[in-house]
């Protein structure tokens, strides 16, 4: 009969010639080979790489006809005081008023834009003797000037409700912008456009490339772009009123930018 000693050993034995198999059996839980499926089951499926991508910056513009013009043109005048001065520009603008109105502009498409009051200086030089000058700045008189922003819903008649401010004292224009009093439509067309210039400048450099384009990763408006004011000169009641001064709309332009990334594939 075996003692205890000799049991306990014998036991050890067997537990130290069975343990070979049952790590067999248990799953590897070393180190390199835990970090190689951790890091494997991290990487995200849709991940791309740097190489593979295209970005595009495009543009679509879309010309169309005007349909209403902005004008801004307003009243200024000079005189000794700011009290003279502003009565002067007080009277103007109520000729200016009436004549629009005249001319069939409502009253909401009539916005004041700018208003000042500022004094004018005139540069003197004074003699002190003794070949000695000094420059002296002396007060002139005042300024005002009260500039409106009128939206012109009638475009065959523009030339005309300009000629009528002018005779009823205006005598300042600074600019006239022509647009589309509904530009939705047209901006969502120049938005495709843009998305469908940036779809051909993609296909055009992964074919270059011996590559296709494979889907696209990322899409960002860059802003969009209305006509802009055309710069005007100054008119004056002087000018000759026998016909109605000649104004062409031609066509306006918007243009929508977008920028794309694509994901090429072999």
């Known amino acids: 009969m075996l003692n205890q000693k000799t049991l306990i050993a014998a036991m050890g034995a067997c537990m130290l ?36 991508t295209l970005d595009i910056s495009a543009e679509g513009e879309v010309m169309r006809a005007p349909d209403i013009a902005y004008i801004t043109a307003g009243v200024q005048a000079d005189a000794e005081t700011a009290r003279a001065a502003m009565q002067q520009q007080a009277d103007a603008m109520t000729g200016v008023f009436d004549a629009l109105a005249k001319a069939g502009v409502a009253k909401k498409d009539m916005q004041t834009s700018n208003f000042s009051l500022q004094p004018r200086y005139t540069y003197v030089e004074i003699d ?32 005309a409700t300009m000629d009528s401010l002018v005779s009823a004292g205006g005598n300042t224009f600074s600019g006239i912008n022509f647009a589309l009093d509904n530009d939705d439509e047209v901006r969502t067309e120049a938005r495709r456009k843009a998305m ?16 296709k384009v494979a889907r696209i990763v990322t899409i960002s408006e860059g802003g969009d772009y209305s006509p802009q004011p055309m710069a005007m000169m100054s008119r004056g009641k002087e000018m000759a009123m026998d016909a109605s001064t000649p104004i062409s709309g031609g066509e306006v332009g918007y243009t929508a930018r977008v920028n794309v990334q694509f994901e090429l594939a072999k």
């Not at 059996?25 to 890091?39: D, L, V």
């Not at 003797?129 to 009128?150: C, H, M, P």
């Open 17 to 52: 010639a069975l343990a070979p198999a049952a790590c067999a059996q248990m799953p590897t839980t070393t180190k390199g080979a835990s970090m190689a499926e951790m890091g494997h089951s991290m990487m995200n499926p849709n991940s791309i790489q740097p190489e593979t």
């Open 128 to 159: 002190e003797g003794k070949g000695r000058t000094r420059g002296e700045q002396r007060l002139d008189g005042y300024t005002a000037s009260n500039q409106l922003t009128v939206k012109v819903r009638d475009l065959d008649n523009l030339g």
């Open 196 to 211: 469908e210039n940036a779809m051909s400048k993609a296909e055009l450099y992964a074919g270059a490339a011996g590559l």
